[in-house]
């Protein structure tokens, strides 16, 4: 499967932001997806993971209450709405697919190229 992340930008603290990833190909409802992200300088961690059927869904402690995972199987896209920003949410996002929702990234086997998340205070 491939994977297309989009809908990064620039935003101000308290905005809102959602990302897209668009897979392709017909095995999308096959994988668990999850969003990853990485600041500059830092290890990429785990944000948000999502079953095949997106029946469940998993959060790091910092994002719960502002971010939502949920995925649309119809059109092989997932998404990740990002409220009440915080400058510490500035970083690349990655989308990723794999066979478990685990919030390790070696864990996943495909990989999106990154949106830019800037979060200004």
């Known amino acids: 499967v491939q994977l297309q992340a989009s809908g990064g930008g620039l935003v101000q603290t308290g905005g809102s932001l959602r990302l897209s990833c668009a897979a392709s190909?017909?095995?999308?409802?096959?994988?668990?997806m999850g969003w990853f992200r990485q600041a500059p300088a830092k290890e990429r961690e785990f944000v948000a993971a999502?079953?095949?059927?997106?029946?469940?869904?998993y959060y790091t402690d910092s994002v719960k209450g502002r971010f939502t995972i949920s995925r649309d199987n119809a059109k092989n896209t997932l998404y990740l709405q990002m409220n009440s920003l915080k400058p510490e949410d500035t970083a690349v996002y990655y989308c990723?697919?794999?066979?478990?929702?685990?919030?390790?990234?070696?864990?996943?086997?495909?990989w999106g190229q990154g949106t830019q998340v800037t979060v200004s205070s």
């Open positions: 990723a697919a794999g066979s478990q929702p685990l919030s390790y990234a070696r864990e996943y086997d495909y």
């Open positions: 190909g017909r095995t999308f409802n096959t994988y668990a």
């Open positions: 999502i079953t095949r059927s997106g029946g469940t869904t």
